[in-house]
């Protein structure tokens, strides 16, 4: 239960003042204005706020410090596992905020804080441009590139984070700032990979590029073949060039009707894979890998916009619990304790377990990058499960962490801000420099810890 009352004449004075729509606990809609699309997050906020405007995020960070409240902004709540509780919260959602302004000669896009990747994605590509989303289009745009932001194009054009080139926050104090490498370039620095710690962002600014077509796809492998497919991806991508993004997957696919028939609850060994390039550069590149025969491959030239369907993220929320870990290497060794713990004789609840080759673009780093310049490791290891029970939650989430142990001997120093889904400190998801001075910009711009993130600075 929240231990922390409103008054009712504040809360209407703050209805007042804002746009978009406030609920206190007792309000109906509370229920449903609290729910994260992560379905295992039960967030119980002293008050949440539907800010529908920049303006309406400045009342309402001006109305939590004044009463009292800490608060937690939250577009989506794809991100919301790790959080902290949210009892003595206010719980800023900037869901309604999804306004998208594509500019096709400076190739640049201006989303607002609660704009998801397919509102940039489609009318992007109406200009043969492509934003760094991530693997699914739901996810918000803001929570993601705060993170870091790992896509189909990580290897050519690095981290999300670094394509960002101003923000727009609401600090602290409830103040309304532009930030960039000129205007509060401490805050344009930590959010460029830091999280959202320091302010509560209300729009960002970010490059675009050039992608129309790719040639991309999957290929299946009855899961009986995993250690043999894994090691021979690991092979091949020791020689592709930084426009192939790569990752190697165990799936498990449910029993639901919404599974094609000849996937439905059935478990596979998959290489998906994004070429940013011509059918025939892509296809040769791809050649070793379809000589394993497949027994469905899916690679094709498609359109940038289609990405989003290689990945099979579940479009609907749902009760998700996983975890992951930056991996310095991923030898023999390590594909073995993965598939031993994942392959055709593992009773496992995980539904998915990837590698995603990083290096490339995101090795290099980033000119004038922010937190998270670029990635001192060469896999990003993640593996989830759906939990349909509360005993289910505490299965998979031991499993997803005895995933992590068997792989702890090639951890790298730090894990990924994006897929880590447990409590942690900001500490362990950032190179130390970078924690250090992160750690100093919080202190000297909210230095009372009123903004909740998903990993504290
Ligand atoms: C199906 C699925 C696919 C995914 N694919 C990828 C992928 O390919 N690559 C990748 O890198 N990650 C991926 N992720 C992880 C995803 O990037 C993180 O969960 C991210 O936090 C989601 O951002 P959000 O805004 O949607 O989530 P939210 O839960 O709304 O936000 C997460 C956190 O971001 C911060 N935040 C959000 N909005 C603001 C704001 N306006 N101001 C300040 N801070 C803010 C807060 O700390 C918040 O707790 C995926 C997650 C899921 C569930």
């Not at 729910?35 to 002293?46: F, G, H, M, S, V």
């Not at 919301?80 to 869901?95: D, I, N």
């Not at 992007?124 to 993170?147: F, I, K, M, N, R």
Request: hydrophobic share 45%; charged share 20%.
């Amino acid at each position: 239960m929240n231990t922390t009352n409103v008054p009712a004449e504040a809360a209407d004075a703050l209805r007042a003042d804002v746009t978009g729509r406030v609920f206190a606990p007792s309000d109906p809609g509370y229920e449903q204005a609290r729910q994260a699309w992560n379905l295992t997050a039960d967030q119980r906020p002293a008050m949440v706020v539907e800010a529908a405007s920049a303006a309406d995020v400045a009342a309402a960070v001006r109305f939590a410090r004044s009463h009292g409240l800490r608060i937690a902004p939250q577009g989506t709540g794809h991100g919301a596992a790790p959080l902290e509780p949210l009892e003595g919260a206010l719980l800023l959602r900037t869901s309604p905020m999804r306004g998208v302004r594509i500019d096709p000669d400076t190739r640049t896009a201006r989303t607002d804080a609660g704009a998801l990747w397919q509102d940039v994605a489609a009318p992007a590509s109406e200009h043969g441009l492509a934003g760094l989303a991530g693997t699914s289009l739901d996810v918000g745009v803001t929570g993601y590139t705060l993170g870091g932001g790992l896509g189909w194009l990580a290897r050519r054009y690095g981290l999300a984070a670094n394509s960002v080139t101003a923000a727009e926050m609401v600090t602290a104090d409830g103040q309304l700032v532009r930030t960039d490498p000129k205007h509060e370039a401490d805050l344009f620095w930590a959010i460029r990979g830091g999280g959202g710690s320091v302010g509560v962002v209300t729009a960002l600014e970010m490059l675009l590029y050039p992608v129309r077509k790719l040639y991309a796809g999957v290929l299946f492998f009855p899961v009986q073949r995993a250690a043999e497919v894994l090691h021979s991806w690991r092979e091949w991508i020791t020689w592709v060039p930084n426009e192939v993004t790569s990752i190697g997957r165990i799936l498990r696919l449910p029993r639901l009707p919404t599974v094609p028939d000849q996937l439905r609850g059935r478990a596979f060994a998959l290489v998906e894979a994004a070429c940013d390039g011509d059918e025939g550069a892509g296809a040769e590149l791809i050649a070793p890998l379809r000589k394993l025969g497949p027994e469905i491959d899916t690679f094709a030239t498609i359109p940038a916009l289609e990405l989003s369907q290689l990945h099979m993220d579940p479009t609907e929320p749902v009760a998700a619990v996983g975890d992951g870990a930056l991996l310095a290497d991923f030898p023999a060794a390590a594909a073995d304790a993965l598939v031993s713990l994942a392959g055709a004789d593992a009773d496992t609840m995980l539904i998915s377990i990837e590698v995603r080759h990083l290096d490339g673009a995101l090795r290099r780093p980033a000119g004038h990058g922010g937190a998270l310049p670029s990635i001192d490791a060469s896999y990003a290891l993640y593996g989830t499960g759906v939990a349909a029970t509360p005993d289910a939650v505490a299965t998979i989430s031991d499993q997803a962490q005895a995933l992590k142990s068997a792989l702890a001997p090639w951890h790298a120093s730090y894990s990924y801000y994006n897929a880590t889904d447990t409590p942690a400190p900001a500490q362990a998801l950032l190179p130390r420099d970078s924690y250090q001075r992160l750690r100093q910009i919080k202190i000297s711009r909210d230095p009372t810890d009123a903004i909740i993130s998903a990993h504290p600075a």
